[in-house]
């Protein structure tokens, strides 16, 4: 069973920046993509960031020139790391990686935006 951890979330000010981790139970090359989403209150839970096998990359428009998605398969962890933080990216922001269509989440970890 493919187990997901993130962490590294918490409360930091408008314009400050947090980086999130995801420890993987696998190597990340075992994956064919690996993401970040997050869900705020209300909201549906929406695509951050994506990482391919290749490395290549893609972001949603809100997080574009702020947001880097990186990968460690020496350390089976992906990162998210976030600069320029606003009030609107407040949201549990969960680790997500797929294998053969299977989609595994982590658990979420909290990220707070205070104006």
């Known amino acids: 069973q493919v187990q997901l951890v993130e962490s590294g979330g918490g409360l930091v000010q408008a314009g400050g920046s947090l980086r999130l981790s995801c420890t993987v139970s696998e190597s990340t090359s075992r994956f064919n993509v690996m993401g970040w989403y997050r869900q705020a209150p209300g909201n549906q839970r929406e695509l951050v960031a994506l990482?391919?096998?290749?490395?290549?990359?893609n972001y949603a428009d809100s997080v574009k020139g702020r947001f880097t998605i990186s990968r460690d398969s020496s350390k089976n962890a992906v990162y998210l790391q976030m600069n320029s933080l606003k009030p609107e990216d407040t949201a549990v922001y969960y680790c997500n990686a797929v294998l053969w269509g299977l989609h595994y989440w982590g658990q979420g970890t909290q990220v707070t935006v205070s104006s």
């Open positions: 990482i391919y096998l290749a490395d290549s990359t």
